[in-house]
């Protein structure tokens, strides 16, 4: 079985501060993992997918993400907040043989000026 | 090219009414999804379709939900004797097959039942 937690369902930092939404998984194989992001009234959007080739991933929009094994963790960060950047971020699993891709419950991120 | 469509944008139905949602994937891309996504409920899967046919269908929440994919593009999901707990957005998401590949999402349909 495969889970994925997203810690804080909201998340507020400052214009120009660091962001960091946290997502951990669990599963009996190594996961194939995602971040996507969720515009007010649009659909999901790739920001990055880690496959195993390099545990830090740079993505799109300034973000990156780091797959660390030891601590079961795939956390989104990004050095300098912007305005633009409020939105709802979700993190998903998928593993080999198995197609569906399990999300986690989503962290809205806030950002105040 | 051309992402994932979905249509109608918005569904307005009374409870008890039948209703389907459309959605038309990326062309070429052979595997199809659909979820949904209501208010702290986070992104819920209810089926699979590997070209036309369903492997996984486990997320269906009654037989009061169907689906089924034609030409292997083409998807409907359709709602029978609608319910105010089936209010939600309905996702579609397509993409190639493997385990690596992301899934390209639909803008979603948001359905409300009165």
């Known amino acids: 079985a495969q889970s994925v937690t997203q810690l804080g369902s909201h998340v507020s930092v400052s214009e120009g501060a660091l962001v960091l939404l946290r997502c951990n998984y669990s599963?009996?194989?190594?996961?194939?993992l995602f971040w996507y992001v969720q515009y007010p009234n649009q659909g999901l959007q790739l920001l990055l997918k880690?496959?195993?080739?390099?545990?830090l991933v740079k993505g799109i929009n300034g973000f990156e993400a780091e797959f660390k094994k030891s601590e079961t963790s795939f956390h989104l960060t990004k050095p300098s907040a912007h305005m633009s950047d409020a939105a709802e971020y979700f993190c998903?699993?998928?593993?080999?043989?198995?197609?569906?891709?399990?999300f986690g419950q989503g962290t809205r991120l806030t950002i105040n000026p | 090219g051309a992402g994932v469509s979905q249509s109608p944008s918005n569904k307005v139905t009374e409870k008890g009414k039948d209703v389907e949602l459309r959605c038309d994937p990326i062309?070429?891309?052979?595997?199809l999804y659909w979820y949904r996504q209501s208010l702290g409920q986070g992104l819920e899967f209810l089926i699979y379709?590997?070209?036309?046919?369903?492997?996984?269908k486990s997320g269906l929440p009654s037989d009061r939900f169907s689906a089924e994919r034609t030409g292997g593009s083409v998807s409907t999901l359709t709602i029978q004797r609608t319910q105010q707990e089936d209010s939600a957005v309905y996702l579609c998401?397509?993409?190639?097959?493997?385990?690596?590949?992301?899934?390209?999402f639909g803008p979603g349909t948001r359905l409300t039942v009165t």
């Open positions: 998903a699993s998928k593993i080999q043989g198995a197609q569906k891709l399990v």
């Open positions: 599963s009996s194989v190594p996961p194939y």
């Open positions: 880690y496959t195993s080739a390099a545990t």
């Open positions: 062309s070429g891309h052979t595997a």
């Open positions: 379709f590997q070209g036309n046919s369903a492997p996984d």
């Open positions: 998401a397509s993409s190639l097959e493997g385990a690596a590949t992301p899934l390209h």
